[in-house]
């Protein structure tokens, strides 16, 4: 197979793993979701969407793309796919929670952790195809990327540092104030 790519397809295999790592990173990304999102319609629409995704990376990357290079487009695509995930939990999150501390679970500094690394990557990506020879723009690409790979990793580590919520939590309200921010944890 490698001779096959090599020899006949003059194939770089630097892209081979490029459009690899792109459908196994949305693979886990629809894994993620699929155990954090709440049962319901969307739940059922990770598994098309991600037969779709999948389909379509194939299709660019051995017929439009000609496996010659950079994936910006499936990229793209997975990126935007991504952000809408990533606003479709967290309009669930304001909507269904109960808890008023959204922001004191793991699953949410996750969530906001790939908005904010997709989002401010997007564009990176989109140009990186057509601008990758210049030797400025990789510069910039080097330093962009690895500014918000530190910001990632960064939110990931407050993520997996979060100590677990306790399994029932219970609110009383105090009387005194009529908000929302009324409501003190029960001891």
Known sequence: MGYYFQNIHRVNYFFILFALFTIVEFSLFCLFYYFVLLPGLMKKFILPIWILFTS???????????????????????????ILLCIY?????????????????????????????????????????????????????????SVFSILKNTLLSIAFLMKSSPEKIELQKNDDWSDLHSYTLKN
């Not at 990376?57 to 496996?67: G, H, V």
């Not at 140009?127 to 210049?134: K, S």
């Open 89 to 145: 939990y967290l309009i669930i999150q304001l909507k269904v929670s109960h808890d008023l501390l959204v922001y004191s679970t793991t699953n949410f500094w996750i969530i906001i952790t790939f908005l904010i690394y997709l989002s401010g990557l997007f564009f990176l990506y989109i140009m990186a195809e057509n601008m990758i020879q210049d030797k400025a723009f990789r510069v910039q690409y080097t330093i962009i990327n």
């Open 56 to 82: 379509f990376a194939c299709i660019d990357f051995f017929f439009i793309n000609k496996m010659n290079d950079f994936d910006s487009f499936a990229i793209g695509i997975e990126s935007i796919l991504i």
